[in-house]
């Protein structure tokens, strides 16, 4: 691979939609490496570093969900672009449930999938901080440093997605402010999933699980009711008022509780 072409990896079981893809990605700058089955797919994604990979959801030997579940633990911060022939919403919440970035129901135009690549390419190396760019960011035992893109909590240090981080520096430079799901998705994702802001319950739920003491009872990121998501004010971090206690409006309702 050439160090001033992005590097993407698809793992695509069709021949024809993987000849395609890779006439098209290549055409568009792109060094691209083909693995068709679900296990050598998996070995590729662990095996080297990747700018991007590109995961069919039914795969021979191992489907797209549990690949996209182990490249996650092991890559937090890679996109995942997920296609598949199926197209109902619950394999889309599924899909992001288990860490991919964005989701294409076959069949699909090139131009889209071309758009939908280099806008998680540009986000990728948007949301990679300059080294002389740090901020260090406490509320009591949680510290942010954006400069090392590290999370410590209590000292012991935190594996993020590259979504969960975004929503964490997000909020926490700027707490108390409200922010609604489609807000969220729009400056975090970088633009529209109409539909689909169970997303953002996701990815909010496997924050808190990583986070938050009580995840049930979130000291740090709060639920403002029929309004979004809020990060505690730091004096409410420090004496404790948002880990014993929210207002009405601020306690889970079912269905956000729910990933």
Known sequence: ???????ILLIEDDDDIASLLRLHLGDSGYDVTHQATGPSGLESALGAT??????????????????????RNHSPEVPILMLTARGEEIDKILGFEVGADDYLTKPFSIRELLARVAALLRRSALSTPAPTAEQALAFGPLEINTGQRSVRLRGERLDL???????????????GRTYSRQELLDMVWGYHYDGYSHTVNSHINRLRNKIEDD?????????????????????????GSAASGQTENDHLTTEEATP
């Open 50 to 71: 990747w700018n991007l990979i590109i995961l069919d959801l039914m795969l021979p030997g191992l489907d797209g969900m549990e690949i996209c579940r182990r490249i």
């Open 215 to 239: 995840p049930a009872s979130p000291r740090y990121v709060l639920t403002k009711r029929g309004l979004g998501y809020r990060f505690a004010d730091p004096d409410m971090v420090a004496d």
């Open 161 to 175: 997605t590259a979504k969960e981080w975004e929503l964490l520096v997000l909020m926490a430079s700027n707490p």
């Open 1 to 7: 691979m050439s160090d001033d072409r992005s590097s």
